[in-house]
């Protein structure tokens, strides 16, 4: 069974930053893509940036495309996302996810979540 477990969010000024954690276990070969993905109150869940296992290959939201980065420790089993360069319109909460087959920007595409961890940017 996958366990999927988020920290590292907080509240923060805008310009700052922030380093998000997802600690995955249960993990298999059949999970191929691991991503970020969030959610602000009355709005729908967005991809933010998504991570293909084997290769490491990237994707990013273009409202994120150079001040977010994610990565993976494999080591550690975590994946992580660096927030750069903070904004106002980043507060949401931000979900880690793994899928098996498809790596796309549709949520719904993601089978195994974690609980989420709130990010708060202050003007």
């Known amino acids: 069974q996958v366990q999927l477990v988020e920290s590292g969010g907080g509240s923060v000024q805008a310009g700052g930053s922030l380093r998000l954690s997802c600690a995955a276990s249960?993990?298999?070969?059949?999970?191929?893509?691991m991503g970020w993905f969030r959610q602000a109150p009355g709005k729908e869940r967005e991809a933010v940036a998504r991570?293909?296992?084997?290769?490491?290959?990237?994707y990013y939201a273009a409202s994120v495309q150079g001040r977010f980065t994610i990565s993976q420790d494999n080591s550690k089993n975590t994946l992580y996302l660096q927030m750069n360069s903070l904004k106002p319109e980043d507060t949401a909460m931000y979900y880690c996810?793994?899928?098996?087959?498809?790596?796309?920007?549709?949520?719904?595409?993601?089978?195994?979540w974690g609980q989420g961890t709130q990010v708060t940017v202050s003007s």
């Open positions: 996810a793994a899928a098996g087959l498809y790596c796309s920007t549709d949520w719904r595409g993601f089978s195994s």
């Open positions: 249960g993990l298999t070969y059949r999970h191929t893509c």
């Open positions: 991570l293909l296992i084997n290769t490491g290959t990237t």
